[in-house]
């Protein structure tokens, strides 16, 4: 089963980010819908980065959710590691029976091999922060999209219930 919880955490920073820097309210249900996610998976996906003081929220009426550093200052890892916590990358079969020298000795080999990949993938994306990926974006985008397009927010609350 693909996990998307990294991919989703890093839009919704980088759209935070984005919306920052132009001055724009961010919102769960924003955010929602600029994903095409559920807003309670959103929600679920902002205990974690606000735990760690990725991103900050405001309650209420005219709440918002902000960075909760500079973006220069958050590293991919940091939001890899605060949504993925302790699930490795792959997983290894559980122990099976000694038959063979084969299965007698994968179970540890396939351990370390899957460490060392899991180390080498943490060591890119702590090279990375916030601020550099968005610069990658904005240098790289041939979309011709909006950079933050205007919503109806009475109607976006009707489609987050």
Known sequence: MLDYRFPTALQMVLSVAMAEQLDKRSTSAILAYGLEANPS??????????????IVSTLGRTGSIHLGRPAAEITLRDIYTSV???????????????RCLVSANLCWYFKSIAEEAEEASLKVLE???????????????????????????????KKAR
């Open 41 to 54: 998976f959103i929600r679920k996906l902002m205990v974690p980065l606000t735990r760690d003081g990725i």
């Open 84 to 98: 993925i916590e302790d699930k490795k990358l792959w997983a290894s079969r559980p122990d099976v029976a000694p």
């Open 127 to 157: 090279t990375r922060t916030v601020a550099d990926a968005l610069a990658e974006l904005k240098k790289h985008d041939t979309s011709s999209c909006e950079i933050v397009p205007e919503l109806d927010m009475a109607e976006l609350c």
